[in-house]
């Protein structure tokens, strides 16, 4: 089973960056996804969320209205448009997605715990 993200790259504040996230190994398509990102010196945080339908989408606060998450299941694949870059969002972003439907998944889809496969993480610079 492994993730790949790729998409990353060095960009200008307030330009766009889309990431993806491709999957092999197993279908994907009935288990949440997520991004999470990690600075230097930072612990690893939660940036966005999908639910296994697609219907939910879950957001850290300070990506609210400039990231957004999707999926496609027919390509096995989770998207992340990033907008309105931020020089604070320079991290390397990973993509993350679960084993099964956990229960406890509506209230903890921001631990890192939630989820049991990651992919290698994708480099995002963002220069001021």
């Known amino acids: 089973v492994q993730l790949q993200a790729f998409g990353g790259g060095l960009v200008q504040a307030g330009g766009s960056l889309r990431l993806s996230c491709a999957a092999s190994?197993?279908?994907?398509?009935?288990?949440?996804m997520g991004w999470f990102r990690q600075a230097p010196g930072k612990e690893r945080e939660f940036v966005a969320a999908?639910?296994?339908?697609?219907?939910?989408?879950y957001y850290a606060d300070f990506v609210k209205g400039r990231f957004t998450i999707s999926r496609d299941g027919a390509k096995n694949t989770v998207y992340l448009q990033m907008n309105s870059l931020k020089p604070e969002d320079t991290a390397i972003y990973y993509c993350?997605?679960?084993?099964?439907?956990?229960?406890?998944?509506?209230?903890?889809?921001?631990?890192?715990?939630?989820?049991?496969?990651w992919g290698q993480g994708t480099q995002v610079t963002v220069s001021s």
């Open positions: 190994g197993r279908t994907f398509t009935s288990v949440p």
């Open positions: 993350t997605a679960t084993r099964g439907r956990p229960a406890s998944y509506s209230r903890r889809y921001y631990s890192p715990a939630q989820y049991d496969y």
């Open positions: 999908v639910s296994w339908s697609g219907g939910s989408t």
